[in-house]
């Protein structure tokens, strides 16, 4: 799920800073090591939202597994219940394409 949502006040509150992004629960490394226990690669190609996944990189489709994160409802309840954010609106994603991309030339 990803949401839209707009920041609330003047910014002070904030510090001018809001999340944009559950951010992580593990590091690459124990998410690679942990995923791989849990999932196989074939099924971290489709999500809950029944929208397909593509990587070719199995290392980065594990690294970047929805368990590596942490939960986004949560994060935006929480930007939302200290009067932060206000959520425009909710999105379930149809594609996912994950890459390293290329090292700077």
């Known amino acids: 799920m990803s949401y839209l949502v707009l920041p609330v006040g003047t910014g002070e509150q904030s510090a001018y800073s809001l999340a944009h992004g559950a951010g992580r629960k593990w590091t690459r490394s124990a998410a690679r090591e942990r995923v791989r226990e ?27 597994a929805p368990p590596a994160y ?26 996912t394409y994950k890459t390293r991309g290329r090292a700077a030339e």
């Open 38 to 64: 849990r999932f196989t690669a074939e099924s971290l190609t489709r999500t809950s939202f029944k929208s397909h996944v593509v990587c070719e990189d199995r290392d980065l489709l594990f690294e970047e």
């Open 70 to 95: 942490k939960a986004i409802d949560r994060v935006v309840t929480d930007l939302v219940e200290a009067g932060l954010v206000r959520v425009v609106a909710t999105l379930a994603p149809v594609l």
